[in-house]
């Protein structure tokens, strides 16, 4: 009769137990938005296409053409410090994965101990000892030695599936890792790519410097016989001098440039200064690549960084169903088997010898619950964070795309105006040049044009430059680059 109002007592506990840890608070959950526009927003006339064909899907080693290019980007690929750093944290997120697949997984382990106890002889154990006799004519030994060896278990029963979804969580973050090394080759190779188009860039405006700086000599030296022959004065000889003495400032500036951009594609591609192999003649030939920037329902799958956001995103909502699980009861089972003696000797004698052990717990949270829903709701509130995040780089990748398409029509437009212009520019330094040997202008007017000429010029490579980077950039933003 008394063990059976225990075990309804026991039964009464655990249901209390189990209704009370199951209950769980209430949560505003945030679902994140997934639609996009039908088109790019790019304020032309001619619209984005809205075909399947996307640059984006194009590998880098049909993108760029250039070889010299070609094998900075490979280079970048092998020696890149930072690249291999985030190599280093894929590598950790693996190990994450492991751990976690562990935890669902029983416990064992093998081990053996020895120890020696000496216990009063006017106690309850030390009366008791030495009235036993261990074998027949053989007393408890004093001190007593104790030896054991076995193997023993602990395993948390998965029944609410808490320790496979950590486990999924941190796979999933795995991939989150895989996605933003992608996202990091996609800037790797577009910083490289730009910096070098920058540096084809100041190649030819050096060129253009030193060409202009003859130019302006023989024009100094025109003066001066000028001034020789009474038709010039000692302000235009001094006005020629300083034009030159700009233009050779203007040439170490940018021989300086050229240095530093040189050292960036090598601290790029992980090695120390040394000369950047380039075809300095080709950059006006250079054409920007046609774009094909397909549907921005396409980015959610071509960009890395928003692949990585999702997979954020997924990680977090299984972390919310991980920290609800908290809530609820767990069972526990351990359990043991191995040998045991007062000498190593006795070890073998069996089954004497032997013990084994097994037991099983069953507890969940009743009262002062505070921390588990500490954790509850962070883990929502990180959800919801990720939830955010995942629409700002949706919309991130959007405007950059939009941006980069529109940038690219401007340019072109921009480069047709510039051509014109240099153009008309040289065909005015003729003119004043000629028209200033015959004194029929004025040698300011001469220095003008010289001058907005080399204007001209700089700016038209500059335009060129930036159609590059613009075919570059919209190329990273369509998310090519890491294939």
Not at 184 to 193: P, Q
Request: charged share 20%; glycine share 6%.
């Amino acid at each position: 009769m008394l063990k059976k109002r225990i075990y309804q007592c026991l039964g009464a506990a655990s249901l209390a137990l189990a209704v009370g840890a199951c209950k769980t608070p209430e949560l505003v959950v945030k679902n994140e938005n997934r639609t996009v526009p039908a088109s790019y927003a790019t304020g032309t006339t001619s619209a984005a296409s809205l075909d399947s064909a996307n640059t984006g899907r194009v590998q880098w080693k049909q993108f760029f053409t250039d070889p010299n290019l070609q094998e900075l980007i490979q280079t970048a690929l092998q020696n890149n410090q930072e690249l291999n750093i985030t190599l280093q944290e894929i590598e950790i997120a693996k190990n994450e994965i492991r751990a976690r697949q562990g935890e669902y997984l029983p416990f064992v382990s093998l081990g053996a101990r020895a120890d020696v106890e000496k216990v009063g002889r006017y106690t309850l154990q030390g009366a008791t000892e030495e009235q036993v006799q261990i074998q027949e004519d053989r007393r408890t030994p004093d001190p007593l030695t104790n030896f054991q060896v076995g193997a023993f278990a602990n395993w948390e029963v998965d029944i609410w599936h808490k320790l496979r979804n950590a486990k999924k969580a941190a796979a999933i973050r795995y991939l989150a890792t895989v996605e933003g090394k992608n996202f990091m080759v996609t800037n790797l190779v577009a910083e490289i790519a730009n910096s070098y188009y920058e540096l084809l860039a100041l190649d030819n405006q050096l060129a253009i410097v030193k060409q202009n700086i003859g130019i302006q000599s023989n024009a100094l030296e025109l003066v001066r016989q000028q001034k020789e022959s009474a038709r010039a004065n000692e302000l235009a000889v001094k006005r020629f001098e300083a034009q030159v003495e700009h233009t050779r400032a203007l040439q170490f500036k940018l021989q300086q440039s050229i240095i530093e951009t040189e050292n960036k594609l090598n601290y790029l591609a992980g090695r120390y200064p040394q000369p950047v192999a380039r075809n300095t003649q080709s950059f006006n030939d250079l054409l920007p690549a046609t774009i094909q920037s397909g549907s921005p329902a396409q980015l959610l799958a071509n960009r890395p960084d928003i692949r990585q956001a999702e997979q954020q995103l997924a990680a977090a909502k299984i972390d919310v169903q991980v920290a609800r699980a908290n809530f609820y009861p767990s069972l526990g089972l351990s359990g043991g088997v191995g040998l045991a003696a007062f000498t190593p000797g006795l070890l073998v004698s069996t089954p004497q010898s032997m013990l084994y052990a097994l037991g099983a717990d069953f507890a969940g949270p009743l009262f002062n619950r505070n921390g588990i829903k500490a954790a509850y709701y962070t883990a929502n509130a990180a959800q919801t964070q990720a939830a955010y995040q995942y629409e700002k780089t949706v919309l991130n990748a959007y405007v950059e795309v939009s941006n980069q398409v529109a940038n690219i029509g401007n340019l072109a437009k921009s480069y047709d105006a510039k051509a014109k212009e240099v153009a008309a520019l040289n065909q005015s330094v003729d003119i004043s040049n000629s028209l200033f040997r015959y004194a029929r202008a004025e040698y300011t007017e001469v220095l003008f044009t010289q001058r907005d000429a080399l204007e001209s010029k700089f700016d038209l490579i500059e335009t060129r430059m930036q159609q590059l980077n613009a075919t570059v950039n919209v190329y990273r933003a369509l998310g090519g680059g890491w294939q």
